[in-house]
């Protein structure tokens, strides 16, 4: 195949993938890279449009090798390690111990270091042995630093496998890797057995602060819930504080006044809106943004000190969900309200960062575009908007949540075979690592929230779901003494939006 051959089946593969057509794309890119096995293009754009996890490792893996410095690549393949979606590799199945047989193979080199300290650390989180006194800080600190760690850590690695059953596998930095190979189309899905769902768990001790959030008995079965104040004082005693109003995606700097998406029946339309709970008043905040195009915004979220609100709401004759973001320290009216974003994607789940120069959000491309479901970060700085995960379709990304220190982001991560999330964490550092603080397979973590002084992550999930009938209840996770608790544990749903002193 000559090189200007080889360039006019990159192109219509290029062009394939545009118009959605991602199967005869990858068929396009196989009989390239056949041909031409050092085309490290075509192997990245063979990842990029394949749906088969074992595939896209391939594919990366050779753009590595061949190119050692992208930097997309080696992302790309720290994302799958760190989601769980790399695929096994035949060659070497043999040469595994029987820990080691379900853990995959291929992470990249340049990722070895921070694997191994993020290992410690789940490690830690499941050691009963574990420091209880330990601070946050030290594990923010811990993870920043993972790649100073020496060679010598790795001795400790398939210990903390068996221990901990985190699907990572390292490769051995002592002879190069051999160039992988496709392998051949499979023939049947792997079974996958769920871990049993948890009994119910113990009250939290007595925390600061309350729990704001929004659920309840869901008696019309449309989705929308009293917003609630559950207290964390052991009682986890429940308060209404919507009164007849529903809704969802509660939200709040302080305990004077939430944000919520209030759902109206009678019109079908959602409008964020604020509770005075000194007053008990409601407001619209439409009337406020002095503008009635915001009908059906939602996914409000504050900065600490309660001065930057960002939320999405629907625009333009698309109705697609762009992003936003309200000053609450200028003048009321639509002169407060920014809008940041201008295009043909939906936003949502905005986080903006405790000092308000950076959100986090969830960008989703719509049909013809390729699949993508990705969290992005806009710099308010320089008005820049940067993927932070991006792979694509691999993984499906949602509610990011900023810890109030800056240090630690959480948001849920689930895969095209269970969309059920996970909960990751990822510092905010130079060098960003990340680890999973769940991994229960078929079941649904979603919702985190960190506590005012970082230490804790509540989370709904529906773990204690029944056939025919589903659960979310609101568990807290002690990140510094590894225990959960759980702080509601009823028949309907609940779901955490903020935790407030």
């Known amino acids: 195949m000559s090189n200007t051959s080889i360039e006019s089946r990159i192109q ?12 005869e794309a990858r068929q396009i890119l196989l009989a390239v890279v056949r041909e031409d096995e050092d085309n490290a293009r075509a192997w990245m754009l063979l990842a990029r449009v394949t749906s088969d996890p074992l595939e896209k490792r391939t594919a990366l893996m050779n753009v590595t090798q061949l190119d050692p410095n992208n930097q997309q690549a080696n ?3 720290a994302q799958m390690a760190i989601s769980g979606t790399l ?35 789940i490690a830690f989180r499941n050691s009963e042995q574990s420091a209880a006194n330990a601070t946050l800080t030290q594990l923010a600190s811990n993870l920043t630093q993972v790649a100073a760690l ?3 850590a790795f001795a400790g690695t398939q210990a903390a496998l068996d221990a901990t059953g985190t699907a990572f ?67 986890a005693s429940i308060t209404e ?31 964020l809106t604020s509770i005075d709970l000194t007053t008990g008043l409601q407001e619209n905040l439409a009337i406020r943004f002095g503008s009635n195009t915001f009908a059906r915004a939602t996914s409000a979220n504050l900065t600490p000190d309660g001065r930057y609100l960002v939320f999405v709401a629907e625009t333009g004759a698309l109705q697609n969900q762009q992003l936003y973001l309200y000053d609450f320290s200028l003048p009321a009216g639509a002169a407060a309200v920014r809008r940041l974003t201008n295009d043909e994607f939906d936003y949502n789940f905005p986080a903006i960062s405790p000092d308000g120069t950076k959100i986090l959000v969830v960008r989703r491309a719509r049909a013809p575009q390729p699949a993508e479901t990705d969290i992005y970060l806009f710099d308010l700085s320089v008005n820049q908007l940067l993927p932070w995960t991006g792979d694509a379709d691999a993984t499906i990304e949602s509610h990011p949540r900023w810890s109030p220190d800056g240090k630690l982001v959480a948001y849920v991560a689930g895969t095209q075979a269970d969309p059920k999330g996970d909960i990751f964490l990822r510092t905010t550092g130079d060098q960003p690592s990340a680890f999973n603080v769940t991994r229960t397979e078929g079941t649904d973590e979603i919702f985190p929230v960190f506590s005012p002084d970082s230490r804790y992550l509540a989370y709904a999930s529906d773990a204690q779901s029944e056939p025919g009938r589903t659960r979310y209840n609101i568990f807290i996770y002690d990140l510094v003494g590894g225990q ?4 509601t544990n009823d028949d309907e749903r609940y779901y955490p939006g903020a935790w407030v002193e």
Do not use: C, H
């Open 169 to 235: 596998a390292l490769l051995p930095t002592a002879t190069p890797t051999p160039r992988p190979t496709l392998p051949p189309e499979p023939t049947a899905s792997p079974t996958i057995t769920p871990i049993p769902s948890p009994t119910s768990l113990p009250l939290p001790p007595s925390l600061p602060g309350v729990m704001i959030g929004w659920g309840g008995s869901n008696a019309l079965n449309d989705g929308y819930f009293p917003v609630v104040q559950i207290a964390l004082d052991g009682s």
């Open 12 to 23: 219509q593969a290029i062009a394939a993938a545009k118009q959605g057509k991602r199967d």
């Open 241 to 271: 504080l919507s009164g007849t109003n529903r809704g969802e995606l509660a939200t709040a700097a302080n305990r004077a006044q939430i944000f919520y998406t209030r759902y109206f029946r009678d019109t079908f339309d959602r409008y």
């Open 75 to 77: 992302q790309m393949l």
């Open 87 to 121: 695929g096994s590799d035949p060659k070497r199945e043999a040469a595994q111990t029987t820990s080691f047989r379900n853990l995959v193979i291929g992470v990249v080199a340049v990722m070895l270091l921070a694997i191994v300290g993020l290992i410690a650390l």
């Open 150 to 152: 020496q060679t010598e």
């Open 484 to 487: 959960t608790f759980q702080l």
